[in-house]
């Protein structure tokens, strides 16, 4: 009888070690159930969850050329039926995204300075009372774009890139 992939087996674990447990399968095959194929959550040992002698049933997830049998005790265990009656379900009509504009930052900006009138802000890219969030924008940008250059300029040298530079 050969093993294909999707059944489910009995078997006996004939040997632990720290990377899985092997399974001697009731057609006289074995296989191997890797560690992360034996259960839900993080196995740290598998030794706390197998010993040797142990019946499991197994699923085989693979079976390759060479005759190795690539099995998983975690998929070979019936999930329970989940209610879709109690699952809310989602409507597109009400997912309506939003857009954002200009306005949307003023709003926001004026609902803070309501909110926190003592709070400063300070640093490069503050928000003066003169400058708008284009302005801002264009800074940010600028500036990225130079920093992007300089790195492109000092890193394309040492790795050979091309237009590099070649000393």
Known sequence: MSVEVGQKLKGKVTGIKNFGAFVALENKQSGLVHISEVSEDYVQDINDLLSLGDEVTVKVISVAEDGKIGLSI?????KPAVDKSKMKKFDVQEAKPTRLSKSNFVK???NKKENFPNQNVTGKYAQKSNDDFDRLMSNFLKDS???L????RNTEGKRGGRGGRRS
């Open 74 to 78: 975690r998929q070979a265990k019936d």
């Open 145 to 147: 774009e130079d920093r």
């Open 108 to 110: 926001d900006d004026q």
């Open 149 to 152: 250059a300089s790195l492109r």
